[in-house]
């Protein structure tokens, strides 16, 4: 979030006003309500040397695929009309 934050006061500070920057469990630390624009920044899970296909990869990551699966099941609440969402 630091580099974020730097960021933003230094290629967009006309845009600060606009922008809610958080840490979060997912959507614990997120108030309530629907958003234009959500990004999420997701924990890097290794693949195997074994694995070769999207589809093993994300059968075996597990525990570590619920915070992808709890983000995308979220977004129709926490998502605007319009909105969208960087994943």
Same mark, same amino acid.
């Given at each position: 979030?630091?580099? #974020?934050?730097?960021? +933003? @006061?230094?290629? #967009? %500070? @006309?845009?600060? &006003?606009?922008?809610?920057?958080?840490?979060? &469990?997912?959507? &614990? *630390? !997120?108030? $309530?309500?629907?958003? &234009?624009?959500?990004?999420? *920044? @997701? %924990?890097?899970? %290794?693949? #195997? #040397?074994?694995?070769? *296909?999207?589809?093993? =990869?994300?059968? *075996?990551? /597990?525990?570590? =695929? $619920?915070?992808?699966?709890?983000? +995308?099941?979220?977004?129709p609440h926490r +998502? $605007?009309?319009? /909105?969208?969402? +960087? !994943?």
């Amino acid at each position: 979030v630091a580099l #974020a934050r730097r960021n +933003l @006061h230094e290629l #967009a %500070p @006309h845009q600060r &006003d606009r922008v809610d920057l958080r840490v979060s &469990d997912v959507y &614990d *630390n !997120v108030p $309530s309500g629907t958003y &234009d624009f959500l990004v999420f *920044n @997701h %924990p890097f899970v %290794p693949r #195997a #040397a074994e694995q070769t *296909n999207s589809e093993t =990869f994300f059968v *075996n990551a /597990g525990e570590r =695929f $619920s915070v992808l699966e709890r983000t +995308l099941n979220g977004l129709p609440h926490r +998502l $605007s009309k319009e /909105g969208f969402a +960087l !994943v």
